[in-house]
């Protein structure tokens, strides 16, 4: 069969940079077919996706690539070790996969295929450094990255872990390790306009600025950034009012279950430990907005990111169980759209592994199969989609994962 690429991408929304990496990958790998997977609704870093998974699919789909596949909503807002373990052991189950391609900050894949090593064997000399650090007080991701240039002692490694796409790609060539997958890594250099930046540059601009533009409805820069196709996917939902800026749509509704909830219950939860549950319970009894909130609870140790991560789990009642079952779990594959590519894939990826599990009908999975771990966690992704919808400003409707159709082009 002819070479296929997969990506793992949040889309949010697809910009330039995306077509530009998407372009570089193919042409590195002479790949013919690219299967995405994408994050659903909620994204990693602790947020909202813009516009909805279906809305982002298309924009992939009309962009160059031939299947998307939903990562599970465990995974998708979990840190980013779980995150790219879900999207690879999702690949590598595929069995047609020959490479896979990720953006960092980092040209050189063996300088990051070096600390990936490291993380991943974990040699004894490093663990201790590691508990050493974070004896510190200092964040786990602080702390593995001073850990890391103590052991290494060289240079060339400093400014490495902490750019967030290289700690991604890092994370994705430890999963590749961890499961002896035998899909290649290949590294696309990120340039232009990086993670959280507010400028444009040239034609490119990050996610984070072209959501910034939204909210200050800079239409004309947001159309200079994105593919035509995208742009006016985007600017359709806006018109609809079917969008989700971030994660202070749901302010009152975290806040509610945060003073619902005892220290007890929120001990249930992932990343909250070392009496974190208390300082949040504190923060919850006497704020009345979320930037208060986080700004309360952050510190040295405990990072924005990650106190937002934890909000989206309190948000759609994900749990320190659910996490687990998801470490021990090769998730199914929730096809979301195809392309005529991504349609021959599909045929393909039944030969290449004719056990695998493909959703294409939430009801009809969910009323015939027997697999009670992904009937549990594909619910937690069909009430993950119910919860977005409540941030739509008209037409907030529940139950659009049994309503809305595969996108196809």
Known sequence: MSKVLGVVAEYNPFHNGHALHLAKSKE???????????????VQRGNTSIVDKWTKTEM??????????ELPTIYAISSAENFAEGA??????????????????????D???????????????????????????????????NAVLLYLNDPKYFNILNQPNNT?????LKALKKYKSHIMPITVKREKAFYNSNCIVDEYASATAIRNMVINEQYDDIRKVMPRTS???????????????????????????????????????????????????NAANSCNTLPELINMIKSKRYTQTRIQRILLYILLNITKKDMFISRKTVPYARILGY?????????????ANPKITLITSVKNFLDSSNNKTYKYMLNKDILATNIYTLA???????????TKKIVTI
């Open 168 to 172: 991604l790609a890092i994370e994705y």
């Open 60 to 69: 992939a789909l009309r962009n160059g690539i031939d299947l998307v596949i």
């Open 339 to 351: 392309s005529p590519k991504g349609k021959e894939l599909i045929s393909k990826i039944h030969e």
């Open 88 to 109: 690879i052991k999702i690949l590598d189950s595929l069995k047609i996969v020959d490479t896979i391609s990720f953006g960092s900050e980092e040209a050189d894949i």
């Open 231 to 281: 742009y006016d996917l985007l600017l359709e939902e806006i018109e609809n009012k079917k969008y989700v800026i971030d994660i202070s749509k749901f302010e009152k509704e975290i806040l509610y279950i945060l003073r619902r909830l005892s220290t007890y219950d929120l001990k249930k939860f992932p990343e909250i430990n070392e009496g974190l549950e208390n300082a949040i319970k």
């Open 28 to 42: 590195k790998t002479g790949a013919e077919y690219t299967i995405c997977i994408m994050s659903g609704n909620f």
């Open 111 to 145: 300088i990051l295929n070096r600390l990936a090593t490291i993380l991943h064997d974990e040699p004894r000399k490093y663990t201790e450094l590691l508990n050493n650090e974070l004896k510190k007080g200092l964040s786990f991701p602080k702390a593995r990255e």
């Open 392 to 402: 739509y400003q008209k037409d907030s409707v529940a139950n659009l994962d049994y």
